[in-house]
């Protein structure tokens, strides 16, 4: 895997990076073949995407390392000197704002949400693969700190609501970006707006109370596996 570029081929891997990125983004992880890539990066050498990077996963786990190194850098500073362990709001925020800043400032971070969009959806990528690497060790603090803080939630439904939160902060962000190119809106300040009530939206989410149905299927859950 790639995961760190040397500084004789720098550019031309970013460039094949963020081009395989823009093209996963736009059509689908499977859809896209690695010509089209070398094609869209601008490379004479017709074969510099499979040089470089051998197939589509290994290209992948490039692009998730590239943008996740940053997005877990800035997710281990928001923990850093914070008490976070009894407001469950920030640690929501320590989830959702490090994607943001990525998305808003770093070059084709626009691209990025909805790679990740489609990534989530394609059943060639090894999700858990990617999940467990370095570049979520943030993350899985975050989550030990909710797990702490909400204890009195089973194990299982806090798991599930963990993982349905990741998933909604991706999609969400994707469907922000439609805003960015609307000429009716001051998109500074709508996807300020926006962020600000995910952020609301999760954090009640993770917070809601169990219903009787829930329970139900919890203890049919139980039985089958006891």
Same mark, same amino acid.
């Given at each position: 895997?790639?995961?760190?570029?040397?500084?004789?081929?720098?550019?031309?891997?970013?460039?094949?990076?963020?081009?395989?990125?823009?093209?996963?983004?736009?059509?689908?992880?499977?859809?896209?073949?690695?010509?089209?890539?070398?094609?869209?990066?601008?490379?004479?050498?017709?074969?510099?995407?499979?040089?470089?990077?051998?197939?589509?996963?290994?290209?992948?786990?490039?692009?998730?390392?590239?943008?996740?190194?940053?997005?877990?850098?800035?997710? $281990?500073?928001?923990?850093?000197? %914070? #008490?976070?362990? =009894?407001?469950?709001?920030? /640690?929501?925020? !320590?989830?959702?704002?490090?994607?943001?800043?990525?998305?808003?400032?770093?070059?084709?971070?626009?691209?990025?949400?909805?790679?990740?969009?489609?990534?989530?959806?394609?059943?060639?990528?090894?999700?858990?693969?990617?999940?467990?690497?370095?570049?979520?060790?943030?993350?899985?603090?975050?989550?030990?700190?909710?797990?702490? $803080?909400?204890?009195?939630?089973? %194990? #299982?439904?806090? =798991?599930?609501?963990?993982? /349905?939160?990741? !998933?909604?902060?991706?999609?969400?962000?994707?469907?922000?970006?439609?805003?960015?190119?609307?000429?009716?809106?001051?998109?500074?300040?709508?996807?300020?707006?926006?962020?600000?009530?995910?952020?609301?939206?999760?954090?009640?989410?993770?917070?809601?109370?169990?219903?009787?149905?829930?329970?139900?299927?919890?203890?049919?859950?139980?039985?089958?596996?006891?």
């Amino acid at each position: 895997m790639v995961t760190k570029i040397n500084s004789a081929s720098e550019r031309t891997l970013l460039k094949i990076i963020l081009a395989a990125e823009r093209l996963f983004g736009d059509q689908g992880i499977d859809a896209v073949s690695l010509r089209q890539i070398n094609i869209e990066a601008g490379q004479k050498n017709s074969s510099a995407t499979h040089y470089h990077f051998g197939n589509k996963k290994t290209l992948i786990n490039a692009i998730y390392d590239y943008r996740m190194e940053n997005v877990n850098r800035r997710r $281990l500073r928001a923990l850093e000197g %914070a #008490d976070l362990d =009894g407001n469950l709001q920030s /640690l929501v925020e !320590a989830m959702v704002y490090p994607i943001v800043d990525e998305i808003d400032g770093s070059e084709g971070g626009q691209h990025y949400v909805r790679f990740l969009s489609q990534m989530i959806g394609s059943p060639s990528v090894d999700l858990q693969a990617l999940w467990s690497s370095t570049h979520g060790s943030a993350l899985n603090t975050i989550l030990k700190k909710i797990e702490a $803080l909400m204890s009195d939630l089973p %194990a #299982d439904i806090l =798991g599930q609501r963990f993982g /349905l939160a990741v !998933a909604q902060i991706i999609h969400a962000l994707a469907d922000r970006e439609r805003l960015r190119n609307n000429p009716a809106i001051d998109f500074q300040k709508y996807g300020a707006l926006f962020a600000a009530n995910l952020v609301d939206c999760l954090t009640g989410a993770l917070s809601a109370p169990i219903s009787d149905t829930t329970y139900k299927e919890l203890r049919h859950v139980k039985r089958s596996v006891s």
